[in-house]
């Protein structure tokens, strides 16, 4: 059997070596074609694209003389004067100088016009001439050298000859061309049409080169390659031509230079890695296969099934997944059959809660958190809560402002569970909130817009049920339509809470081309409108007796002076809960409270209401990660009352530890709300900050100072944070009200200066 098995591993070890050996070779070579030609393209593209800056830049630097078109006439005028100009740089100060010295109203040399220059005396203008050519000769020198350039050089073209102005060399040589022409300033060369097309463009129709073409030289031993860029004087007349020379055996060489390198390191990768590949395949196939023929010999002899189905899953590879499968097949076909309706079962065990997961989440990121949402508005409260399901649904709520004065609210039920019933809230939800931005300022219309809509696509044929009320909020004129929702209930500021029997439509998505209607509610200062889905009264007992309408509504009266809108949305789901008991919920529980106060904005308490700002506060889910949110927004009102930074160091200090200790240990079970509030005392610069939690009863005053004289080690443990917020608060007290602690500090400020 080793004998045979030794066969078996030859005859694949041979079948993989040759192609690998090709493929290898094959790959080498193709890479090494690739990097040089792509190198070469890399190196032109990139000397060229440099020659092309470097023409554009020198131009540009030389029409930054406004008298550029009277310095070249004077230069080819008196080139004998100017030829040896340029060697004389260390002389340049002490030139501009004396010509400051003489034309004392010459504020810049590059700021002289043409026509100031010919106004100059004969001695001033060879002067000025002088130090203009020994400037730009020395600019040019430099951005030869910077651009490793072959040669760069000015010339005008005229009567058929090139004649050479500024020309950039190393200090004190002679200046010339790739050919060995001396190009001192005056020399002429003969210029010959067609040679360099894009210099003939320049030359017939005084345009720039914005394609910034090259050319290359014909005829000479080493190809040059040319960029020209024309120079213009402040009439927008072309004065003279940049020329750039790169060398184009240059360009190769140092190509080579650079694609030798990447092609030697690249040919010692691909042969470490082929190596490398090769080792792999042989230890995860070539062997695997040898010891799978070994273990179904064995298989034939001892037939055990475990310990063969034990040492095949022992075996991690993918080539040989085919003899494993034919091999379970053959041996051991009914574990394989039980294993696989264990894998169905499993996976779709993760599936259902995958989706529930990701329906969950769909729903919580959709819907306003943070309360109250519109803090600077005094003219209305809301608050809305969502107790999920086990089984999502695709409850939802919202509440936008239209513009400063159209407030919408939302509440809706989608039809169905799961992902789909979540995907179709968001898109609901998105829809209606777009057309009434839109400008679609009545429910109704919105409602026949969304309806079409939703039908568009609507494969699960789901549908939605939705209320809508659009407030004008300076007049209390409140525009509804309900599309198949609950009757939303309505208190007036000295009634009852009562059910308004509006009319009802069909859910939308259920037909197409259905018309809704309106009604208007008239809201007063004081009025109170609680809006809720079918999960409230649809709850039920382990009794499967239902919560009921009439039950709510009897709730919400039991302590019908008490509007607060969050209070009414807690007493509910308290009420709900207690009714409920260890009876599972099956939908999800959803309520939207409004407070309508009008014009006359929040009423604070009386002893309040001479000193007190308004009061602003903010609510979150009772944990460290929503803290930032609470310390943003103490900075906020801070901010607003100008306080200094000590005062600021020492509030968000206390708020912390008021805070932190609420989000560790007020809950014990279950995540709840904790509320912050800010006020400010403006007669007495007061700040009042309350922290509100509906956690187990615990008063932090009641424990004793730590003794700050004893070592640490004889201190005991804690106390130390409330310490230091008594001693740093003017004022600290605590109360337990209405199933709530609440936790107050007080500390008088100093204003910022300045």
Known sequence: MKKKNKRVE??????????????????????????????????????YTNGSKLAVYTAKEFEEYKSIDFLVDYWLDHADEMELTHRNRDKLEQMEQDFETVNSDCYSIRGVTSKEAANLDPESQKLFAEICYTRLCDNLDGLKSDFDTMFLYTFRVE?????????????????????????????ESDYTPGNYPILDKIVNTHMRANSLELSFRPGADNEVVHVFEPVYSQDNKMVMIVGVSMEWKSILLRSLKACTIIIITSIIMIFSAGIAFYRVIRMRAVMPLVEEEEIMDEYVVTKDSKAVMDRLLAIETGNEVEAIAKSFASVVSELDRYLEEIRNVTAEKERIGTELNVATKIQADMLPSIFP????????????????????????YDFFLIDD???????????GKGVPAALFMVVAKTLIKNNALMGMRTPAKIFEKVNEQLLESNEESLFVTVWMGILTISTGKMICSNAGHEYPVLKRKDGDFELIDDEHGIPLATLPDMEFTDYELKLLPGDVLFTYTDGVPESSNEDEELFGTDRMIRNLNEDKENVDVKDVNERISAAISAFVGKA???????????????????SEKE????????????????????????????????????????????????????????????????????????????????????????????????????????????????????????????????????????????????????
């Open 607 to 754: 002893e309040d209401k001479a000193d007190l700002s308004e009061k602003k506060d903010i609510t979150v889910k009772a944990t460290r990660e929503n803290f930032e949110q609470i310390i943003a927004f103490i900075d906020k009102e801070l901010d607003e009352v100008g306080c200094d930074e000590k005062s600021r160091d020492q509030l968000d200090i206390a708020v912390e530890e008021i805070y932190i200790n609420v989000a560790s240990y007020a809950y014990p079970k279950e995540t709840g709300d904790a509320t912050v509030s800010f006020r400010f005392d403006k007669d007495k610069s007061r700040v009042i900050i309350s922290i509100k939690d509906a956690g187990i009863p615990y008063d932090p005053l009641e424990k004793s100072d730590p003794d700050i004289d004893l070592s640490v080690e004889e201190r005991d443990i804690g106390g130390l944070g409330i310490y230091m917020v008594k001693n740093s608060m003017d004022d600290v007290r605590y109360e337990r009200k209405e199933g709530h602690n609440i936790f107050t500090m007080e500390k008088v400020i100093s204003a910022e200066e300045g």
């Open 584 to 602: 599972p919920q099956f939908d999800d529980i959803t309520m939207l409270n409004f407070n309508y106060y009008g014009n006359e904005g929040r």
């Open 373 to 396: 949402p519109f803090p600077d508005r005094r003219e209305f409260d809301i608050y809305a809560s969502m107790d999920p399901a086990k089984e999502v649904g695709g409850d939802f």
């Open 10 to 47: 030859g005859s694949i070890t041979n079948q993989i070596e040759r192609p690998f050996i090709i493929i290898t070779i094959i790959l080498v070579i193709f890479n090494a074609v690739f990097l040089f030609a792509y190198n070469i393209v890399n190196q032109l593209r990139s000397t």
């Open 405 to 415: 004065d159209h407030l919408a609210l939302v509440i809706a039920d989608v039809s």
């Open 159 to 187: 009567d058929g000859k090139m004649r050479f102005l500024c020309t950039g060399a190393k200090l004190n040589e002679k200046r010339t061309s790739e050919g060995g022409e001396i190009y001192e300033l005056g020399s």
